[in-house]
């Protein structure tokens, strides 16, 4: 069983250190080091390649420099960072079954994963608001312009960077957790300073943008439906209406699943102090959360069909095999029906 300070301390049955050498068989199996590896491997491929086109097609076609688009960027950005500073780690760790590579990088490994999975949560957040403001226009004809999207792009890294440099300066810690081979932030050593920062970080960087989430998808959703009662028109509103309503609650179920079991755990772990956990179920949250930056661009980017249009015309060299009029002009959203209802709208009075 895992008590709260084996993740700093080695335990008096002579288990090695989670800086000094391999970890098994005394927090769990090889076997169970070598599958995380592989799962760690697979997401470091997947979500390399997935993020990268999003940038690299994004930097190439200038149709998608949209205000939505910058914020799609800069969560490509964050995830990509967080592939290459936590899943490749953690999968060189994993096949040697411990921290290898010191205690100053298990730091700096929890304090980039934590900025960069911040950052990816706030721009989650400004998406939605984004959607919200161009729907529903709580500010009357406010447009959402560029330098909009670049002021909150900026505050994703400037709010990320604020709740994740206390533990270096010893408002809490980055410790090595679960099954050792990787770091976050102390939440299994208990005690004022350890707790505290624990539920400041789970109210802004949790509780906050997920509350923002729900708060603009919702009325969203009953703009559109208002609108589309309204409109009265056939199968294609109707199906369209449908479509947004899938993709909303896409987004916000896939927050949930990925951020929501690890932030509970780390909080009633930090509030119990007396809780034993199995290492392999320590682990599981935070490798879980790491999925996120495979399935974001998935849902965000490519349900986005112009996107999906420049991707086809840069992969097969220019060719584009379906090319019907003309591209939508000036600052375009996703181009699938559903966005053709988003744009159209004309919403009755605030919800």
């Given at each position: ?31 169970l ?16 390649l ?7 097609v ?18 490509a950005?964050?995830?990509l ?30 304090f ?20 919200y ?7 009357g004809?406010?447009q ?45 050593t ?49 199906r ?44 599981l ?47 375009p ?11 159209k709208?004309t ?5």
């Amino acid at each position: 069983m895992l008590s709260p300070n084996s993740s700093q301390e080695p335990p008096n049955n002579g288990t090695p250190g989670p800086f000094d050498g391999p970890q098994w068989p005394h927090q769990a199996p090889r076997g169970l080091y070598l599958s995380v590896a592989v799962l760690m491997g697979t997401i470091l491929v997947s979500a390399s390649l997935v993020n990268g086109l999003v940038i690299v097609v994004s930097i190439r076609y200038k149709q998608l420099r949209s205000p939505l688009n910058y914020i799609l960027v800069n969560l490509a950005v964050a995830d990509l960072l967080v592939t290459l500073c936590g899943s490749s780690i953690s999968f060189s760790n994993n096949i040697s079954g411990f921290f290898v590579f010191g205690r100053r990088m298990c730091e700096l490994e929890g304090f980039m994963v934590s900025l960069t999975g911040i950052v990816g949560l706030w721009s989650l957040a400004i998406l939605a608001l984004e959607r919200y403001v161009v729907v529903c226009r709580p500010l009357g004809e406010f447009q959402f312009q560029h330098h909009h999207a670049l002021t909150g792009c900026a505050f994703t890294w400037s709010w990320a960077l604020l709740w994740t440099t206390p533990p270096l300066l010893g408002w809490s810690s980055y410790v090595p957790e679960g099954l050792r081979t990787s770091c976050g932030p102390n939440w299994y050593t208990g005690g004022s300073t350890n707790n505290s920062y624990i539920l400041a970080l789970f109210v802004t960087c949790f509780v906050m943008p997920l509350s923002l989430i729900l708060f603009s998808y919702t009325n969203l959703l009953l703009t559109l439906r208002a609108a589309a009662a309204q409109q009265r028109e056939s199968d294609t509103t109707q199906r369209a209406e449908r479509e947004v309503t899938r993709m909303v609650v896409t987004m916000v179920v896939a927050f949930l699943i990925c951020w929501l079991p690890y932030t509970t755990f780390a909080l009633v772990v930090a509030t119990n102090r007396n809780i034993s956990i199995q290492p392999a179920l320590a682990s599981l949250p935070s490798y879980f959360s790491k999925t996120a930056t495979v399935y974001n661009p998935i849902i965000y980017v490519f349900m986005h069909k112009q996107f999906q249009s420049c991707l086809v015309t840069m992969v097969c060299c220019g060719y584009q095999p379906q090319r019907k009029g003309k591209t939508t002009p000036a600052a375009p959203a996703p181009d699938v029906p559903a966005e053709r209802l988003w744009n159209k709208v004309t919403p009755p009075p605030p919800v």
